[in-house]
């Protein structure tokens, strides 16, 4: 089996940082993207930032210039690096990765729990 287990949620202040961080593990054979979407209370699911096994980015308007995925390909994790945060980035942020399972044949999606983010005004 694979899970993604994400962590480093929190409160902050407008204007702070926080680092989310998720890990693969099991029975993994090979991982194509990896990315983060949040969801806020009545809202639907979003993107948040995509990131390639060769580190190609893409990232929500939203988040441009205030928030920087990536990975290390060794560990199997993606993180999210949010500075600058504001209000309405509060939400749940998931994590989720394209993974062959070692057993094949097709890449399928995986996603992690969720962590809560929280930014105060």
């Known amino acids: 089996q694979v899970q993604l287990v994400e962590s480093g949620g929190g409160l902050v202040q407008a204007g702070g940082s926080l680092r989310l961080s998720c890990a693969a593990s099991g029975s993994i054979f090979s991982i194509n993207a990896m990315g983060w979407y949040r969801q806020a209370p009545g809202k639907q699911r979003e993107l948040v930032a995509t990131i390639t096994s060769g580190g190609s980015t893409n990232y929500a308007d939203s988040v441009k210039g205030r928030i920087t995925v990536s990975r290390d390909n060794a560990k199997n994790t993606v993180s999210l690096q949010m500075n600058s945060l504001k209000p309405e980035d509060t939400a749940v942020y998931y994590c989720?990765?394209?993974?062959?399972?070692?057993?094949?044949?097709?890449?399928?999606?995986?996603w992690g729990q969720g962590t809560q983010v929280t930014v105060s005004s």
């Open positions: 989720n990765a394209d993974i062959l399972h070692s057993g094949g044949p097709y890449y399928r999606r995986y």
